[in-house]
Nanobody
Framework: QVQLVESGGGLVQPGGSLRLSCAAS????????MGWYRQAPGKQRELVAS???????NYADSVKGRFTVSGDNAKKTVSLEMNSLKVEDTAVYYC?????????WGQGTRVTVSS
């Protein structure tokens, strides 16, 4: 059974920083990519950032220049460094991995940006 466990969410003031981490456990034959999605109240889940097994990254326009995704395919981990956080970044952030067996999701970690 594949499990993704996130950590690092919390409350931060606007302009602050947070780092999210995610570790996958279980037998995964082939990881295509790992990344982060988020869902704010009343909104659809959206891609924040992802990194492929080859190291290619993809970011939502709203976070470019502020967030950095990094990953270790061998260790099955992915992190998201979030800087210059804005109120509109408030959401539940979900770790995701795309594999040869399909997608897997973490349980989510809440990020609240508020003064």
């Amino acid at each position: 059974q594949v499990q993704l466990v996130e950590s690092g969410g919390g409350l931060v003031q606007p302009g602050g920083s947070l780092r999210l981490s995610c570790a996958a456990s279980g037998s995964i034959f082939s990881i295509y990519s790992m990344g982060w999605y988020r869902q704010a109240p009343g909104k659809q889940r959206e891609l924040v950032a992802s990194i492929t097994s080859g190291g290619n990254t993809n970011y939502a326009d709203s976070v470019k220049g502020r967030f950095t995704v990094s990953g270790d395919n061998a260790k099955k981990t992915v992190s998201l460094e979030m800087n210059s956080l804005k109120v509109e970044d408030t959401a539940v952030y979900y770790c995701n991995t795309q594999t040869s067996w399909g997608p897997y999701w973490g349980q989510g970690t809440r990020v609240t940006v508020s003064s």
